[in-house]
């Protein structure tokens, strides 16, 4: 494609290919295996990689990784750089064999993955235990190694972070907005005297980091000598409770919080609670945070996901304690935004070797999706929602989807296909007429097998579908009741969200040679 050879994005292309590419999109803690401990770890990931080359698929696709602190929705991080220590997989750190009453206490804990949905708390109360008594014994054979030291130099931001962390923990999780003055505006003494007074707890939270990032390093490695891609994700915004709020706060506007106008799904429009940027201030530092945030992204992943990628063009920005309706679009000229948009995206592509991929879902200008074409970054086609909206409302046909575009048939924040067509009825109807089926409130497993089937063989690049997609072509391999297998119902606040765990292990979908047998069938 000569769009793709002389784009700004054209060395990305190049390294990933210009090729079709297939993938399965895993959220990590819904992964379990007989190691894990509650939760899905960075380890699970390995058996599923020569799986996926097995079945010809070349792109993993992770949701955010990043460290949420006590929450539990990946898109809510404390900071953009730092890992979530809950995935670290214990039974495999170093030196752990030098310590046999350690290692013992594991068998209780992987216990904790025998639950049908994800406990939080209990998984954070346990790995904290762990690491607290396994970091006191290993800190003397790890913080004194040049790895270590190498990995402190080349993350400025690991201090920070870790310092911040502590502070938290310290005032049980509260806002840093309600600490004492000076440590919510620390001063340079003030902060080099909290990082002497606080240095054992700061060791701690960089040592657990470096494991992190070692381990999920290695999974990259071993996937990329597979021939198989990791995807990551890249939230556009940060928690206001975060690191880099507090470290950062110029960077930052405090007076708003992002959020989204009514439209046909929220008529009230959605307040998120993250602040906006400061674009003019991270302009004036040539967008150092955002350079660092690719780079240290960069080690873990080849492609990534921008999350809400219009918001770089224009965010809906919502005055505090306003409702969601009164916000107003920022930058308010419309003639602002396109050139915002490019001069972001292109400082990005020219600032990481990943491949971008852009979520551009719900309304975003004509313009945007041109300029996102021109710079080379994918688009994103749900295929239920691709229709003819401003006409007679048809399904447009997968082979008219452009190029440029990642397909799937549904998203985390969305309904699986089998909750979408029982749900909502006349959209199930519409597509059974478009697909000349006879229509049934409950979706047959051949045209499960057909949607899955289909979105293999768009025109788009790239073709990724949620794993638990394909498993309901296995009876069994879902939970009986087809509305646990949502992950996420967006602005409503639910024990269930986030928390979904798959029905089989990693063990159980790799050696089952019905499922390899009937997703093949459907990506050949």
């Given at each position: 494609m000569n769009t793709l050879i002389n784009c700004p994005a054209s060395k990305q292309w190049e390294r990933i290919g210009?090729?079709?590419?297939?993938?399965?999109?895993?959220?990590?803690?819904?992964?379990?295996?007989?190691?894990?401990?509650?939760?899905?770890?960075?380890?699970?990931?390995?058996?599923?990689?020569?799986?996926?080359?097995?079945?010809?698929?070349?792109?993993?696709?992770?949701?955010?990784?990043?460290?949420?602190?006590?929450e539990p929705s990946p898109y809510s991080a404390l900071s953009a750089f730092a890992l979530n220590p809950i995935h670290l997989s214990l039974a495999s750190l170093p030196h752990l064999g030098d310590f046999p009453v350690l290692k013992n206490t594991l068998v209780s804990m992987q216990k904790l993955t025998d639950s049908q949905r994800c406990d939080y708390a209990r998984v954070r109360m346990s790995k904290k235990g762990f690491l607290r008594d396994y970091c006191k014994s290993v800190a003397p054979l790890i913080l004194k190694t040049a790895d270590f030291k190498n990995f402190k130099e080349v993350n400025p931001w690991l201090?920070?972070?870790?310092?911040?962390?502590?502070?938290?923990?310290?005032?049980?999780?509260?806002?840093?907005?309600?600490?004492?003055?000076?440590?919510?505006?620390?001063?340079?003494?003030?902060?080099?005297?909290?990082?002497?007074?606080?240095?054992?707890?700061?060791?701690?939270?960089?040592?657990?980091?470096?494991?992190?990032?070692?381990?999920?390093?290695?999974?990259?490695?071993?996937?990329?000598?597979?021939?198989?891609?990791?995807?990551?994700?890249?939230?556009?915004?940060?928690?206001?409770?975060?690191?880099?709020?507090?470290?950062?706060?110029?960077?930052?506007?405090?007076?708003?919080?992002?959020?989204?106008?009514?439209?046909?799904y929220a008529e009230d429009g959605q307040t998120w609670g993250f602040p906006i940027y400061n674009w003019d201030a991270l302009a004036?530092?040539?967008?150092?945070?955002?350079?660092?945030?690719?780079?240290?992204?960069?080690?873990l992943y080849d492609i990534y996901r921008i999350d809400h990628i219009v918001g770089f063009f224009r965010i809906w920005a919502i005055p505090l304690g306003e409702h969601g309706k009164n916000g107003q679009h920022i930058p308010e000229n419309p003639d602002l935004?396109?050139?915002?948009?490019?001069?972001?995206?292109?400082?990005?592509?020219?600032?990481?070797?990943?491949?971008?991929?852009?979520?551009?879902?719900?309304?975003?200008?004509?313009?945007?999706?041109?300029?996102?074409?021109?710079?080379?970054i994918c688009g994103t086609k749900v295929m239920r929602w691709e229709r003819m909206w401003d006409q007679d409302k048809r399904f447009i046909n997968p082979q008219d989807y452009p190029k440029m575009s990642m397909t799937t048939v549904s998203t985390h924040d969305s309904e699986t296909l089998q909750q979408w067509w029982k749900a909502h009825p006349q959209e199930a109807q519409d597509y059974a007429r478009y697909k000349n089926w006879n229509y049934a409130s409950d979706?047959?497993?051949?045209q499960l097998f057909d949607i899955l089937q289909s979105s293999n063989h768009t025109n788009s690049l790239f073709r990724i579908n949620l794993l638990n997609e394909y498993l309901a072509l296995i009876p069994g391999m879902t939970w009986p009741n087809i509305e646990d297998e949502r992950i996420n119902v967006p602005g409503v606040i639910s024990d269930h969200n986030w928390t979904y765990r798959f029905r089989p292990s990693v063990e159980e979908i790799t050696t089952n040679e019905e499922l390899k047998q009937a997703i093949q069938g459907a990506v050949h």
């Open positions: 210009s090729n079709k590419h297939l993938g399965i999109n895993i959220p990590l803690f819904s992964l379990h295996s007989k190691e894990s401990c509650g939760i899905g770890e960075f380890n699970d990931i390995i058996p599923l990689i020569s799986w996926c080359k097995e079945l010809g698929f070349d792109v993993i696709q992770l949701l955010p990784l990043n460290d949420t602190g006590p201090e920070g972070y870790a310092l911040f962390k502590t502070l938290r923990i310290e005032h049980e999780w509260c806002s840093w907005e309600t600490w004492e003055p000076e440590l919510r505006d620390p001063s340079p003494t003030t902060y080099a005297e909290l990082v002497e007074k606080h240095k054992e707890e700061i060791a701690g939270h960089m040592m657990i980091q470096y494991l992190c990032f070692k381990q999920l390093d290695e999974v990259k490695r071993l996937a990329n000598a597979k021939g198989v891609f990791l995807m990551g994700d890249i939230p556009i915004l940060i928690n206001r409770d975060s690191a880099d709020v507090w470290l950062h706060r110029h960077l930052f506007n405090l007076d708003f919080s992002a959020g989204a106008p009514p439209d046909m004036g530092e040539d967008y150092a945070w955002w350079k660092e945030r690719l780079r240290a992204a960069s080690i935004w396109i050139p915002q948009g490019e001069k972001i995206l292109r400082m990005m592509i020219e600032g990481s070797p990943m491949l971008a991929i852009g979520e551009d879902l719900g309304n975003v200008p004509l313009e945007a999706r041109a300029c996102m074409n021109r710079l080379g979706m047959t497993h051949q």
